[in-house]
């Protein structure tokens, strides 16, 4: 098992102009044993919050709407109206903005769910 944190912190989201969303986790992210594994740790994404998807975003200023099955910042388990796995895979996932910084060319969000 690898630890958490070089796993998760290395996975990239990308917000584009035209409001694409991408999602890059590399060959590994961190994992939980409800995405289907034997224990919490490092492994392959598992669909559908692999990025594979196709994902769009809307900003409205202080909501950061995902829409996209399986589209997520952070830890996918936590939605809208719940926790995975104990409701469906949403279509959607809303976050209010806290803030939202740039430096170097680099935009930084603080999100809550």
Do not use: R
Request: hydrophobic share 30%; proline share 6%; net charge negative.
């Amino acid at each position: 098992m690898c630890p958490q944190e070089p796993a998760f912190f290395d996975d990239t989201y990308t917000f584009g102009e035209d409001g694409t969303f991408s999602i890059e986790m590399g060959e590994q992210t961190w994992l939980e044993a409800w995405q289907g594994i034997a224990s919490d740790g490092c492994g392959t994404p598992k669909a559908p919050h692999d990025g594979a998807g196709s994902y769009t975003y809307q900003y409205d200023g202080t909501t950061l709407k995902l829409i996209g099955q399986g589209a997520h910042v952070a830890l996918p388990k936590a939605v809208n109206g719940g926790e995975l796995p104990n409701v469906a895979v949403p279509n959607e996932v809303n976050y209010q903005v806290v803030s939202l910084t740039q430096a170097g060319g680099v935009k930084k969000n603080d999100l809550t769910y």
